[in-house]
């Protein structure tokens, strides 16, 4: 194990003495997560990034960047090989930060596990590579769109929803369901489209719940967030049969949100916030 360390050290160390001291920090970025990349492209630091995850792939470009594994499976030998000057990580990916300092790579953390959290990650970023400028105009893009989508829901009444990021079902019916808690991006998401999430507790503590804990939620409103691998070949028909075969859940409009974005705690989240909004008060006749 130690040598094996020292190895990918060493790789990193040589292979970073081209690389001036004055322009090192973000010269050679490193992105472990879908947003963070979506992140650094916005901040037009996209050609700086020389590993990112397999599932970083938007904006397009970001394609062409050498992958470095998953989320959960990243190859340490694959970002020592890229050079870089700095990894960028997730407060979930503390471990792994871990291991990366341990071959003198350094690393940022940013929290996007809420929408202040977003924000804030774009204030991070932008602070440590030298973009301040175009992270204060992003985040106070962001925030206009906040503001205009809280202006047309004003004196709305709430809807409780309840959102699902998983299902398990067996012979047609739905036996489990990943819920998002009241601790999260989702719910953050609800608050501000004008709902309120119908599930008080937190990720942590729940995060399945079975069909009869659905019912026992009373949501006006159901979203379903479809983006597992292979999710593609669930139909919206076939997954709305499933919640209304739910005895007291067949009369609640069930929403099936698919978009590649939905499921990205990034800097398009006001894509998914107007998508949220429409349908939770149809009544407002454009959200945007």
């Not at 992105?31 to 990112?52: K, N």
């Not at 979930?92 to 959290?117: C, N």
């Not at 206009?144 to 047309?152: A, H, P």
């Not at 804990?213 to 593609?232: K, R």
């Amino acid at each position: 194990m130690k040598t094996s360390a020292l190895l990918l050290s060493l790789i990193w160390i040589l292979g970073s003495i081209s690389i001036s001291v004055s322009d090192q920090r973000c010269s050679r970025i490193v992105s472990l997560a879908p947003s963070i990349t979506e992140t650094l492209f916005e901040l037009d630091l996209g050609s700086s990034i020389v590993g990112r995850t397999r599932y970083c792939l938007y904006p397009p470009l970001a394609r062409k960047i050498p992958e470095i594994g998953g989320f959960l499976d990243t190859n340490l030998e694959s970002i020592a090989a890229t050079r870089p000057s700095i990894a960028i990580l997730l407060k979930e990916q503390g471990e792994l930060a871990v291991k990366l300092e341990a071959l003198h790579i350094p690393t940022v953390i940013v929290d996007q596990r809420s929408v202040k959290g977003i924000l804030d990650s774009i204030s991070t970023i932008g602070r440590e590579c030298h973009q301040e400028a175009r992270a204060t105009a992003l985040r106070r893009k962001l925030e206009g769109s906040i503001t205009t989508i809280q202006n047309q829901v004003a004196g709305i009444t709430p809807k409780r929803a309840f959102v699902s990021v998983g299902r398990v079902a067996e012979n047609g019916k739905l036996t489990s369901i990943f819920v998002a808690g009241s601790d999260g991006f989702y719910s953050d998401i609800l608050k501000l489209a004008g709902g309120e999430n119908a599930n008080k507790g937190t990720t942590v503590t729940l995060p399945t719940v079975s069909p009869e804990g659905i019912i026992a939620l009373n949501p006006d409103v159901i979203f379903e967030i479809v983006t597992e691998p292979g999710a593609e070949s669930l139909s919206d028909s076939y997954l709305e049969a499933l919640w209304h075969a739910i005895p007291g859940i067949s009369n609640v409009p069930v929403f099936i949100l698919r978009a590649d974005y939905v499921g990205i705690p990034g800097p398009r989240f006001p894509l998914l916030l107007a998508d949220i909004a429409a349908r939770l008060h149809p009544e407002v006749k454009k959200i945007s």
